[in-house]
């Protein structure tokens, strides 16, 4: 919700991001209950251009005191990878409900962990938070993180 909002107030004429959709196949419909089976996505959650740059990300919650990279698919990380070697950008964005506080990966500090199951406090003292008010941020925030990265 946070990011779609924030979505909606980016500047088109600095960039657009756009939410992919789920891919799935409607197996039945029976007293208003939809059965469906998803598809594997080639994309991640969402796609865009900023500023001539293209950026895919995956979007990753957790109500636990702990973020598990094994809620990144592994043909997330590999989409992610590949974005990266063709001069875009592929990131990730945290949400961690017990603190409310969302944070920024870059695929290349993702590929550098040996532990599984990351702690809050490791994400409070090594990676990017992205500060954020009611329901939505600022994208720019985010931007300027990628050019200091890269």
């Known amino acids: 919700m946070i990011i779609n909002n ?5 500047d088109p004429t600095k ?3 756009y939410k992919m959709p789920i891919n799935n196949n409607i197996i039945s419909v029976e007293n208003n209950i939809v059965t469906a089976r998803l598809n594997k996505n080639y994309f991640c ?11 895919e990300f995956e979007a990753k919650e957790t109500e636990k005191d702990f973020f598990n990279l094994n809620n990144i698919k592994k043909h997330q ?5 590949l974005v990266n070697k063709n001069n875009g950008s592929g990131f990730i964005i945290v949400y961690f409900h017990l603190y409310e506080k969302l944070f920024f990966l870059h695929i290349n500090e993702i590929k550098k962990m040996e532990n599984k199951k990351i702690p809050y406090n490791y994400f409070k003292d090594n990676f990017f938070e992205i500060s954020f008010s009611g329901i939505k941020f600022d994208f720019n925030q985010i931007f300027n993180h990628l050019i200091n990265y890269t």
């Open 6 to 10: 924030s979505i909606n107030s980016l």
């Open 45 to 55: 959650d969402y796609i865009g251009l900023w500023k001539g740059i293209y950026i």
């Open 15 to 17: 960039g657009f991001i």
């Open 77 to 81: 990380i590999e989409k992610l990878n």
